[in-house]
Structure formats: C-alpha cells, structure tokens
C-alpha cells in the first residue's frame, strides 16, 4: 500500500531535477545524465538563468539530440518561492549549488516539506549538521531522503567502508583504517566550499554540539572515528596523516544505523603520502589555508581569484586518478581492499550525483527517511551502479 508521500511522488512531473545545471560540475553531470539516464527518465534542467540553461540544453542536444526537449526549470535559491515550487515538481533534486551553508538550506526545507528525496556534493560538516537539527524530523514525516556527499565527498569512503565491512565476520568489534591518494586539480566551486568552511570553524563546532543534543543514543551499539595521529604506514608503504573532512563523520553515521558493522565499530581516515618531505609540506599548506581564512578580506581576495564555475580541462581531468584502500579487521581476519576510479573531484564526482540520483529514483531500496548516507539509503544497489559504470571495488587481499 502506497503511503500519501509516496503518492504524491509518482503523480510528479519529473523523476530528476539538476539543481545548478549551469555550473562546472552541474553540467558534467547533465552530460552523464545526457548519455545514461533510461530513456524512461523524466528529468529537467534547473537554475535561476533560463538563458544559460536554454544554452547548455543546446549543447548537450548537439551529442544527444533527443535533449533538445529538456524541460528547463527557472529557480533560485535566494527565492523560497521558486524553490518550493521545484520540490514539489520533483520525485528527486540532486543540487551542484555550493558553498552550501549559503546556499543550500532552503532548498533542503522545501524538499523536507514536499517529501521529495534531496541529494547534494556537501563536504561541509556545518551544513549537514545544522540540516539534521532543521529539518530531519520533518522528513521522516513526509518520506523524504536527505543524502549528503553524493560525490568524492563521501561516496569512495562511506562504500569503500561499507564494501570492506561485509568481507568481515559479522556480530564482532571491527577496525578499518582509510587511506586516500589522488592526483587532480579542483574547480572555484570547490574552492570557494573549502574555504568557507576553513573560516567557519567556531560555526562548525557549533553545530556539532547542537547536533548532538538531538540525536538519539545508541546504548547496544558503538561507532567512533578518532583522529589518530600521523604515523607511517607499513600496510600501504606511505605517509599517513589524519584527514578531518566530512567523509569519517559520514563513516561512523553508517556504522550507527547499519548492525552489519557490528557492536563496536572503529574507523580513521588519513591522506596516504609517498615521502616524509611531501607529507609535511602538505601539512603545512593545509595549515596556511585554514589560517588564512579566518581573514574575511583574504578570503574574499582568494575567492575572487579563483572564482565559482570554472574547472580543469577534460585533457587535465582525463589524466588524473583517486585510489583509497581499506584495511579492514575482526573476528581474526583481515582484509585489504581498494576503490578506485578517474578524476575525482568533477568526472566521477558527476558519474556518482548521478547513479545516486537515478539510484532513489528507479531502484528497490530499504524504507528510510530523514537525512541518511548514501550506504543507508542506496548500499547494495548504488556499489552495484558505480561498478558497472566503471568505479573499482575490489578486494585486494584477505587473511
């Protein structure tokens, strides 16, 4: 029996919207969307400029002719309006529209309200806690699917660690360590992301404590991500650093929800460098930045100068790489497995928007609702899409 949510969904004109088309990487995944959609899939463009929406729907109908009669949805995310108008259009929204903190709240509240599932490319922790303390009740209500990271933030990771957690013994303690390489550049959007929540930090542990004072505990089962510290890596051969970014946090989130990962589940997640010397200029850099960005006036000049919807050529993209392995262990055994793929930040980034957004739209999925990871909401059937669409999730070695 349909549930009312479930209803209104299937009387929608679209299974899809592309909030944010017109962006760098928005259009990366118009174009995936262009070439692998079913032909069945009823999706639209949306952004607040018609003009360049109607100039990038000429574009991809220039390879894909059957795109020339893309619906084009007019929307901006200052104008709660438009954005209500939108969700309730939708079965799905997948947004490319960062930094999100800025940008990204009343789109989410408008899908929470029309129980319409919301996808996004978020790597900022503030964000995604101040959207669980806003609006996940509400979209437990109405059926509505709140899925962050749907890209190189944190799919990799949340199903790397999802993929090497079922090559271990069920119902006892597991440990997997996370170790991430990659060669690519980034786009001004991303930038300017990383930025704004580089200069967020006091924002940022806010929420955090707000967070918590919200969530339910779980008093059977554990899940942690310690930092860790930097250290030497005899598994993989490389320098290890701690990596406090989002995808940890997506991890343990997993863990909390999912028995598979057993009754005490530990992860750390590092930046895996060849060489000392590389490993603490890298260091290094990463304290500047943050460092930097707690000047307004620096970060707007930074920001200026590498400004939002500009990326690497597809010549750059197409050279370069992202490899993260587990090293997973429990009940006496353990396991080495890798996920690996192309461009992380744009191609793959796109390709995994996409399948995730074509994933909630089209495939059999667990009942769940409220904000949730993409191994939640999607697990088995999402790894099954990005392996056929060329992601590697394998299993390096088991003992």
Not at 27 to 40: K, R
Not at 75 to 82: F, G, I, L
Not at 196 to 207: I, K, P
Not at 234 to 240: D, I, K, L, Q, Y
Request: aromatic share 8%; with cysteine.
């Amino acid at each position: 029996m349909e549930t009312g949510a479930e209803t209104r969904a299937a009387e929608r004109p679209y299974d899809v919207v592309l909030f944010g088309a017109t962006g760098f990487v928005g259009e990366l995944t118009a174009e995936y969307l262009a070439a692998h959609a079913p032909a069945d899939c009823r999706w639209a463009l949306a952004g607040r400029s018609r003009d360049r929406l109607a100039a990038l729907r000429d574009r991809l109908a220039d390879r894909w002719p059957h795109c020339a009669a893309l619906p084009l949805l007019v929307a901006d995310s200052e104008d709660p309006v438009s954005l209500r108008t939108l969700a309730r259009s939708a079965r799905v929204v997948a947004s490319t529209v960062g930094p999100y903190i800025r940008y990204g709240d009343e789109l989410v509240a408008a899908c929470a309200r029309a129980g319409t599932d919301y996808l996004d490319l978020t790597g900022e922790p503030e964000f995604v806690d101040r959207v669980y303390v806003r609006h996940d009740a509400l979209a437990r209500e109405t059926g509505a699917r709140l899925v962050h990271a749907c890209g190189f933030d944190s799919v990799p990771h949340d199903l790397g660690v999802y993929f090497t957690v079922r090559q271990l013994p069920e119902g006892v303690p597991l440990r997997v360590d996370g170790f991430v390489r990659a060669g690519a550049l980034f786009s001004g959007g991303t930038f300017a992301s990383a930025l704004s929540a580089f200069g967020r930090g006091r924002e940022m542990l806010d929420a955090a404590r707000e967070r918590r004072l919200h969530e339910p505990r779980s008093v059977n089962r554990r899940a942690r991500a310690p930092l860790g510290g930097p250290r030497f890596s005899r598994e993989t051969g490389t320098w290890a650093l701690p990596l406090p970014t989002l995808d940890p946090q997506v991890v343990v989130r997993s863990a909390r929800a999912l028995d598979r990962y057993g009754p005490d589940f530990r992860y750390r997640h590092y930046a895996s460098l060849k060489t000392l010397p590389v490993a603490l200029g890298g260091s290094a850099a990463v304290g500047t930045g943050v460092l930097a960005a707690q000047l307004p006036a620096v970060r707007a000049w930074l920001t200026k100068c590498y400004a939002s919807g500009k990326g690497p050529s597809a010549e750059r993209r197409a050279r370069s790489w992202f490899s993260v392995r587990f090293v997973g262990e429990g009940g006496g055994r353990r396991v080495f497995t890798e996920v690996s793929g192309g461009d992380p930040g744009y191609d793959e980034t796109a390709k995994m928007l996409a399948e995730s957004a074509l994933s909630l739209a089209f495939d059999p999925l667990p009942a769940t609702a409220g904000q949730v990871t993409t191994a939640v909401a999607m697990g088995d059937a999402l790894l099954g899409r990005l392996r056929a669409a060329g992601l590697r999730f394998r299993v390096a070695h088991s003992g």
